[in-house]
């Protein structure tokens, strides 16, 4: 079955530092890639996606994120966080061609910055 | 403003009680979809709709039922079956190109 493999479940920084999230999924054939953001008491909000081309994507909030084929990966990174970063991040997959749209979400990797 | 509104936003049930989780759409989409987040668990689809009067199982449908009677509107009934129900349940809409919009969730504890 198709899965979806965060590796970090809490990282903590400091402000400025640089981030990377890691994410891999298991399926071989043709995906779309996203990675959703859930800050404290705010709806799931897609922060950035993949469907095909450039495999460097920029999000919102000076995200971006890579997709590498070879390691079936979408790491996800920023240069330098704000405080305002806290959240919880979701990488997620869906097979383009799936019925129904079904997209599987990893285990989630919640970040706290400290000021 | 178009989106997904949940109700309630927090919920407490007996055991032996089934609860119904409202989910409602102004967005024109087909397909919806409830998923349940857990820590450390992300989300788990629980059941998915693609189009009015139809609707399928997901991962871990146990325990759970669904209807879609109209496009707008996708409740999910937690039954007593479902045997750990405390959860937080998110509803979601699909846009047709994959990018889910989601609801501001429902938390259901059971006491």
């Known amino acids: 079955a198709q899965s979806v493999s965060q590796h970090n479940h809490h990282v903590i920084l400091s402000e400025a530092a640089s981030l990377e999230l890691g994410c891999n999924y298991s399926?071989?054939?043709?995906?779309?890639l996203f990675w959703y953001v859930q800050y404290p008491g705010q709806h799931l909000q897609l922060l950035l996606k993949?469907?095909?081309?450039?495999?460097l994507v920029k999000g919102i909030k000076g995200f971006e994120a890579e997709f590498i084929k070879s390691k079936f990966s979408f790491n996800l990174r920023k240069p330098s966080v704000q405080w305002s970063d806290t959240a919880e991040y979701f990488c997620?997959?869906?097979?383009?061609?799936?019925?129904?749209?079904?997209?599987?979400f990893g285990q989630g990797t919640e970040l706290s910055v400290k000021p | 403003d178009g989106g997904i509104t949940q109700s309630p936003k927090y919920l407490f049930r007996k055991e032996g009680q089934n609860v119904t989780l409202s989910c409602e759409q102004n967005?024109?989409?087909?397909?919806m979809y409830w998923y349940r987040q857990d820590p450390g668990q992300g989300l788990r689809l629980i059941y998915y709709?693609?189009?009015?009067?139809?609707?399928q199982k997901g991962d871990i449908a146990e325990g759970y039922s669904v209807s879609r009677e109209k496009k707008e509107s996708f409740p999910l009934t937690v039954t007593s079956a479902q045997k750990n129900p405390t959860a937080f349940y998110l509803c979601?809409?699909?846009?047709?190109?994959?990018?889910?919009?989601f609801g501001a969730g429902s938390r259901l504890t059971v006491l």
């Open positions: 997620a997959v869906v097979r383009p061609n799936n019925q129904g749209g079904k997209l599987i």
């Open positions: 399926y071989g054939g043709t995906v779309n």
């Open positions: 993949y469907f095909s081309g450039d495999p």
């Open positions: 967005l024109n989409h087909d397909a």
């Open positions: 709709s693609q189009i009015v009067n139809d609707f």
């Open positions: 979601a809409s699909n846009s047709g190109a994959n990018v889910l919009t």
